[in-house]
C-alpha cells in the first residue's frame, strides 16, 4: 500500500470510528460504570482509536443532558475523586436501537460488497 | 483544591497551574456548578493519567498526560459552542448569536457549513434593516426602485439616473423592518432545533 493510500484509509478509519464515539460510549457502559479515564483506557484498547482524551468530556456532558447516562461522584483512598457513569434506560433503549441500525448498515454493506464480487 | 501542592517538583506544579488557568479561561462563560464539575473531572483525569504514565520524572509524567488530553481551547470547543447556541436561541440577543457561530465554525465541516448560511442569513437580516433606517435618508436610492435607464434594485442602489417607478415607496419601511424582524427570530430559533437533532442519537 503506498504510503498516501494508507493516509487515506487511516483518515478514513478515523472519521469512521469518530463519528461513532457516542455508540462506543453507551456500549462501554452497558454492562458496568466506568469513569472517564477508564472509558478511554478501554475505548483505546480495544478500538485502536487513537483520539485526544479529552474529546470524551463534551461528548459525556452532552449524553448526560439527553438522559442517556448518568453519574455520580465517589471519594478514593488516593485522594483524587472519580466522577463515575452508567447507563440510564433511555440510554439502553436507544443503544438497542443504535445496534439494530448499526446492523442494518452493516449488512447492507456486505450486500453491496458482495455485489462487487 | 484538587491538584493544588499535589506536586514535589516546582516546575511541575507551575506546568499545572498553567493548564489549569487555561481550563479557567476557556470554560470562564459556563455556568458556575458545570464549570466546578468540569474542572473536576478534567483534572481528575489528568492526575490518574498523570500516576499511571511510565516517565520517570514528574514533570514528564504531567508534560505526558497533558499531551494525551489535549488542548483544552480544542476539545472543549463543541461544549463551549453548545452553551452560547442554547443561551442565543434563549435570549436571542446578538452578541450570544456571534459567539455561538464563532464556536461553532470549528466544530465540524457540516457545522461550519451550517454557520456560514446562517451567517448569510444574520447579514442579510443587518441588509433589510439598513433598508428601513435608510429609505427617509436616501429615498432615491433605497427601495424597490426602477431607475430611469432601465435597471432595478431591490434595496440600495447609487444609480444617480432617477427614479422611474418607487413599487413600495414608504411601505418599504415597515415591510423591511419586519422581514428583518422575522428572519432574525426565526433564525435564532432554528439554532435551537439544530442544537436538539444534532446529536443523531435522539429519535
Same mark, same amino acid.
Given at each position: 500500500?503506498?504510503?498516501?493510500?494508507?493516509?487515506?484509509? $487511516?483518515? *478514513?478509519?478515523?472519521?469512521?470510528?469518530?463519528?461513532?464515539?457516542?455508540? #462506543?460510549?453507551?456500549?462501554?457502559?452497558?454492562?458496568?460504570?466506568?469513569?472517564?479515564?477508564?472509558?478511554? &483506557?478501554? #475505548?483505546?484498547?480495544?478500538?485502536?482509536?487513537?483520539? $485526544?482524551?479529552?474529546?470524551?468530556?463534551?461528548?459525556?456532558?452532552?449524553?448526560?443532558?439527553?438522559?442517556? #447516562?448518568?453519574?455520580? *461522584?465517589?471519594?478514593?483512598?488516593?485522594?483524587?475523586?472519580? &466522577?463515575?457513569? *452508567?447507563?440510564?434506560? &433511555?440510554?439502553?433503549?436507544?443503544?438497542?436501537?443504535?445496534?439494530? $441500525? *448499526?446492523?442494518?448498515?452493516?449488512?447492507?454493506? $456486505?450486500?453491496?460488497?458482495?455485489?462487487?464480487? | 483544591?484538587?491538584?493544588?501542592?499535589?506536586?514535589?517538583?516546582?516546575?511541575?506544579?507551575?506546568?499545572?497551574?498553567?493548564?489549569?488557568?487555561?481550563?479557567? /479561561?476557556?470554560?470562564?462563560?459556563? @455556568?458556575?456548578?458545570?464549570?466546578?464539575?468540569?474542572?473536576?473531572?478534567?483534572?481528575? /483525569?489528568?492526575?490518574?493519567?498523570?500516576?499511571?504514565?511510565?516517565?520517570?520524572?514528574?514533570?514528564?509524567?504531567?508534560?505526558?498526560?497533558?499531551?494525551?488530553?489535549?488542548?483544552?481551547?480544542?476539545?472543549?470547543?463543541?461544549?463551549?459552542?453548545?452553551?452560547?447556541?442554547?443561551?442565543?436561541?434563549?435570549?436571542?440577543?446578538?452578541?450570544?448569536?456571534?459567539?455561538?457561530?464563532?464556536?461553532?465554525?470549528?466544530?465540524?465541516?457540516?457545522?461550519?457549513?451550517?454557520?456560514?448560511? +446562517?451567517?448569510?442569513?444574520?447579514?442579510?437580516?443587518?441588509?433589510?434593516?439598513?433598508?428601513?433606517?435608510?429609505?427617509?435618508?436616501?429615498?432615491? /436610492?433605497?427601495?424597490?426602485? +426602477?431607475?430611469? @435607464?432601465?435597471?432595478?434594485?431591490?434595496?440600495?442602489?447609487?444609480?444617480?439616473?432617477?427614479?422611474?417607478?418607487?413599487?413600495?415607496?414608504?411601505?418599504?419601511?415597515?415591510?423591511?423592518?419586519?422581514?428583518?424582524?422575522?428572519?432574525?427570530?426565526?433564525?435564532?430559533?432554528?439554532?435551537?432545533?439544530?442544537?436538539?437533532?444534532?446529536?443523531?442519537?435522539?429519535?
Amino acid at each position: 500500500m503506498t504510503r498516501e493510500k494508507g493516509t487515506l484509509l $487511516s483518515n *478514513w478509519e478515523s472519521q469512521v470510528r469518530k463519528g461513532t464515539l457516542d455508540f #462506543i460510549i453507551l456500549l462501554c457502559l452497558r454492562k458496568q460504570e466506568r469513569y472517564g479515564y477508564e472509558m478511554i &483506557k478501554t #475505548i483505546k484498547s480495544v478500538t485502536g482509536m487513537n483520539l $485526544s482524551e479529552g474529546t470524551i468530556y463534551p461528548l459525556l456532558n452532552r449524553l448526560k443532558k439527553d438522559e442517556l #447516562i448518568t453519574s455520580r *461522584w465517589v471519594e478514593m483512598e488516593t485522594g483524587i475523586p472519580r &466522577k463515575y457513569y *452508567w447507563i440510564t434506560e &433511555k440510554g439502553q433503549d436507544t443503544l438497542k436501537e443504535m445496534e439494530k $441500525s *448499526w446492523a442494518q448498515f452493516a449488512a447492507s454493506l $456486505s450486500l453491496l460488497s458482495e455485489d462487487k464480487k | 483544591m484538587i491538584g493544588e501542592n499535589f506536586f514535589k517538583n516546582a516546575i511541575t506544579q507551575k506546568i499545572w497551574n498553567q493548564y489549569d488557568r487555561r481550563l479557567q /479561561h476557556i470554560l470562564r462563560r459556563t @455556568d458556575k456548578e458545570e464549570k466546578k464539575e468540569l474542572l473536576l473531572e478534567i483534572k481528575s /483525569h489528568l492526575l490518574e493519567s498523570f500516576r499511571q504514565d511510565p516517565a520517570e520524572s514528574e514533570e514528564e509524567k504531567l508534560l505526558n498526560a497533558i499531551d494525551r488530553l489535549g488542548d483544552p481551547e480544542i476539545f472543549l470547543r463543541p461544549l463551549i459552542a453548545d452553551k452560547y447556541m442554547t443561551r442565543a436561541s434563549r435570549t436571542l440577543r446578538p452578541k450570544d448569536v456571534v459567539k455561538g457561530l464563532y464556536f461553532s465554525l470549528f466544530t465540524g465541516f457540516k457545522k461550519a457549513f451550517v454557520s456560514f448560511l +446562517l451567517g448569510l442569513g444574520y447579514i442579510l437580516v443587518f441588509v433589510l434593516a439598513a433598508i428601513a433606517v435608510l429609505k427617509p435618508f436616501f429615498p432615491n /436610492h433605497v427601495g424597490l426602485i +426602477l431607475f430611469n @435607464d432601465g435597471s432595478m434594485t431591490g434595496g440600495m442602489s447609487f444609480n444617480s439616473s432617477g427614479v422611474k417607478i418607487d413599487y413600495l415607496g414608504y411601505w418599504v419601511i415597515p415591510i423591511a423592518a419586519c422581514l428583518s424582524v422575522l428572519l432574525y427570530i426565526g433564525l435564532t430559533k432554528y439554532l435551537r432545533i439544530a442544537r436538539r437533532s444534532r446529536s443523531g442519537i435522539k429519535k
